[in-house]
């Protein structure tokens, strides 16, 4: 047979088992590389392009190519069957790992009869497999941005990208922190931040000397040649976790300025250990959780791919090629696009700011509740076709980031939040037809917001104030937010512990080992490949985390114990307790999914029944709650960054603890210089609108839960809430045990994540932030990636990170050339959107009584 008309043939049969993922080689056949090996034809030359999601063996994949075929020579068919058993074992219930590719490792484990004895095949296609399982990642979002190999000689922590990295997260700190504040607020993002690291490394290579400077083992090279992409990745880990906004910052107007609890013996040494308290504790429970989140192979991490992409995009030169029509460059498209969005974002962002909040159904009749309610983008449900022409709304779920399937279940779980929303307001459910049907203010009896001063006498809770007053009402949003926010809690805990027991109970006995055998790396004990070139770098030992855990500790019991925190130490203790029973469990989930669970509600909570009476103590909760919980997911994140980079983990920790001492320093200046420094800080008439609206939120949440307390709060008028934690509890083994029998039909049902998108309401969210994502999401995540599969390894990502850095940067030139000193744009497109009901905000299906209140009978809530 003519060699063309064997490999089209085989090709042709290849392609019949896997129609939906195979690329069209037959105008590639020419271009098909001789065999490198005496034992690979062309055929399976081919299949291997297939395989490594390449149209032809010549693009830059070709050493990765190289690499699997040398490893598929060496590949005993006895180990191939053992490798894919162990995985069809490890991935049968992983819903990120293709369908596909499961499916056929299952064919190749009943031997050759499932190729109809075609052994020739057969023997191909076991040992690729194998060797993708054992060589590179069973994911095609991985391969597309991580590399099978690693060169240790390319150089890391250099003078260079720690000088590059402490600038920005100087930068980047001081600048988002401020910004936190302002209302509209814009951040530095780490793609933002990504993008200046790189013509910064790039600057110090042609201006810093070429020497080497210090004393004995101290001696390092200023300038040690090219910046290179691990520099890059390493200086870009170091401002993810250092250029950003503290969380006690964030807390911290609310308790020291007047017009709230007006605690100013708050002091800048106070906020420095408060702030290293929180963020360190963050740290400690990162090195405890690598072993969940990091090293096992199911954990993807989704959000910190584009970071990948990126990186390569910036320092790796790219050689041109045809892709389903498409020959231009990832660096070229990613600077095109951000340019575009740059210039575009000034549209809906200033100059028709009706087209980022697009409510046009309710132009049609801008005084119709019914309307407005059901499809409003402010006050209502959302239920609305075409929402916003705004890259920003449109990627509130990181649409082009996280697998199709969590938008899809939390796009569905909105829609059901939705119509419960409008059930529980239209027949007046605990009296939410008085007030608007989705908002997180808090309203009294005669449906006003609630006034907190008038239950409080010195400052503190005052009883009979309360009953003369009125109880605290929330709308249908916002009782249905608490409600199964509560309910998630509980339902998560178990489910992910019943699910991920495997990994979890792996993740406890390394955790125990590793104490005990001190010298014994923790890579031993994974076999992934990734995890196998890591071995070469002395790893963070444990005592290391649990040190910074113990400083933390002790700098969190020296602010509550020495200061009048109004918070007994116990309370920390029992916050973090229960921080870290909840961390395990949602760090597996956010690791494997990208979303992410927060416990600042659980943490306002838990202060509000442990000390009553003391919104301060509520505050301190939920501080050392959402502290750890957010720190800690977010350094994992960026562990996982360093894993699939190569980065050495001890100098990853050193990047890291230095990065956060920085921004604790920084970002408390910061907040001195705005309280001591700015007129009518948090005002909501501060000229230059720093209004702190997270602060007043803070404020008044921590009045109910804490000054007035949640057994007022929730036990007379929402008994509801305390059994939704027994509720999920309760439901999430039979919903595993359904869920597990019924795998073929729910394989891509996520409970979790389905009623992570019902408590997207309660607030100024709703369906309108998850319709256009899903539209995008189903186009780039779903159909483009199951047809054009190298395409999208290739762009989507860049597509994703070019029109969110557009956008960033656009925010940015907007606020300082049209916001900071403002220049308004007064025109229809500007006020279209908030001049009907949807806009007004203070709508309501139902008027007084005649009695002039709602509510409970007066004196009954007592």
Not at 316 to 343: D, P, R
Not at 708 to 723: A, E, M, N, S, V
């Amino acid at each position: 047979m003519d060699e063309k008309k064997f490999v089209q043939t085989t090709v042709e049969e290849v392609s019949a088992l896997d129609p939906v993922s195979t690329l069209d080689y037959n105008e590639k056949i020419d271009d098909i590389t001789v065999s490198v090996s005496n034992w690979i034809s062309h055929d399976r030359e081919a299949v291997i392009a297939r395989i490594l999601e390449s149209d032809d063996m010549d693009d830059l994949a070709n050493e990765d190519a190289d690499f699997i075929i040398d490893k598929m020579e060496t590949m005993d068919p006895a180990e191939a069957i053992e490798i894919l058993r162990e995985a069809e074992d490890y991935h049968s219930n992983d819903i990120n790992f293709p369908a596909l590719t499961l499916e056929k490792i299952r064919n190749l484990l009943e031997g050759p009869k499932a190729y109809d004895d075609n052994e020739s095949l057969y023997d191909l296609d076991l040992r690729l497999e194998a060797s993708m399982m054992k060589f590179y990642s069973p994911y095609p979002e991985v391969r597309s941005v991580c590399r099978p190999t690693d060169d240790p000689s390319l150089p890391v922590e250099t003078f260079r990208s720690y000088l590059v990295g402490i600038i920005w997260v100087a930068v980047g700190a001081f600048v988002n922190q401020l910004m936190s504040y302002r209302r509209p607020s814009f951040t530095l993002s780490s793609q933002v931040i990504q993008i200046l690291i790189y013509p910064s490394g790039k600057f110090l290579q042609y201006v810093l000397p070429k020497r080497q400077i210090g004393v004995g083992r101290f001696k390092f090279h200023l300038n040690p040649g090219p910046w290179s992409q691990k520099e890059q990745l390493f200086a870009t880990i170091v401002t993810n976790v250092g250029a950003q906004e503290a969380v006690f910052m964030s807390y911290m107007p609310t308790m020291r300025l007047s017009m709230f609890y007006n605690q100013t013996w708050m002091t800048y040494g106070f906020s420095i250990i408060m702030g290293l308290s929180c963020q360190f504790f963050g740290y400690g429970m990162s090195g405890c959780l690598r072993r969940y989140a990091v090293y096992p192979v199911k954990a993807v991490w989704p959000t910190v791919l584009p970071v990948l992409q990126l990186n390569r995009t910036l320092c790796t030169v790219e050689q041109k090629k045809t892709l389903n029509g498409w020959t231009i460059t990832k660096y070229k498209l990613f600077f095109i696009l951000l340019w575009a969005s740059l210039i575009y974002f000034f549209v809906p962002d200033y100059l028709f700011e009706g087209l980022s909040t697009f409510n046009w159904m309710t132009w049609i009749a801008p005084n119709n509740k019914n309307l407005a309610f059901v499809t409003g983008s402010l006050i209502g449900a959302g239920f609305n076709p075409i929402v916003t022409f705004d890259w920003s709304v449109i990627n509130y779920s990181s649409c082009l980031v996280v697998p199709f399937y969590v938008t899809a279940n939390r796009f569905f779980g909105c829609v059901m939040g939705g119509i419960v929303l409008l059930i529980l307001y239209y027949t007046n459910y605990k009296y939410t037809a008085y007030m608007p049907p989705n908002t997180s203010s808090v309203f009294d009896r005669f449906g006003e917001s609630y006034n907190t001063s008038r239950v409080l006498v010195n400052g503190r809770f005052d009883l009979d104030s309360y009953i003369a007053y009125s109880p605290p009402y929330v709308s249908a949003g916002q009782l249905m937010y608490q409600a199964t926010a509560y309910l998630i809690y509980t339902f998560a805990f178990v489910y992910i512990f019943i699910t991920e027991w495997s990994t979890i109970k792996e993740a406890i006995i390394g955790f125990y080992q590793g104490l005990r055998y001190r010298k014994k790396s923790t890579y031993e004990r994974y076999t992934d490949p990734i995890s196998v070139l890591m071995r070469q770098y002395p790893e963070v030992p444990d005592w290391w985390y649990l040190i910074l855990l113990a400083i933390s500790i002790v700098f969190g019991i020296i602010a509550v114990a020495c200061y009048p925190a109004e918070t007994p130490v116990w309370v920390v203790i029992v916050a973090i307790l229960v921080t870290i029973a909840l961390l395990i469990p949602f760090i597996v989930l956010y690791s494997t999914t990208g979303y992410f669970m927060s416990i600042n509600n659980l943490g306002t909570i838990l202060g509000g029944y442990m000390v009553p009476g003391s919104g301060l103590a509520c505050i301190f909760t939920r501080t050392f709650a959402y502290g750890v919980d957010e720190r800690s997911e977010t350094v994992v994140g960026d562990l996982k960054l360093a894993h699939y980079g190569k980065i050495p983990p001890r100098a990853v920790f050193r990047g890291q603890v230095l990065a956060t001492i920085i921004m604790i320093f920084i970002t408390s200046g910061a907040v001195e210089m705005l309280i001591t420094g700015s007129e009518d800080f948090c005002s909501w008439t501060n000229p230059s609108k720093f209004v702190c609206t997270f602060a007043h939120t803070l404020y008044a949440d921590s009045l109910l839960m804490g000054v007035i307390g949640p057994h007022r709060t929730f036990d007379q008028l929402y008994p509801t809430f305390k059994w939704a934690f027994l509720i999920g509890a309760c439901i999430s083994a039979p919903i595993y045990v359904a869920r597990k029998y019924s795998m073929r039909y729910t394989r891509y049902f996520h409970p979790v994540i389905f009623l992570g998108g019902i408590i997207r309401y309660g607030s100024t969210y709703n369906l309108s932030y998850y319709t256009e994502g899903f539209y995008a999401s189903f186009i780039f995540m779903y159909y483009l990636r199951t047809r054009y599969l190298a395409w999208w390894s290739k762009y989507n990502y860049i597509i994703s990170s070019g029109l969110t850095a557009g956008v960033a940067f656009g925010g940015i030139l907007i606020f300082l050339a049209l916001q900071y000193h403002p220049k308004t744009l007064d025109w229809w497109g500007n006020s279209i959107s908030d001049a009907g009901i949807d806009g007004a905000g203070d709508a309501t299906l139902k008027g007084l009584p005649e009695i002039g209140y709602f509510g409970l009978e007066p004196g009954s809530w007592s």
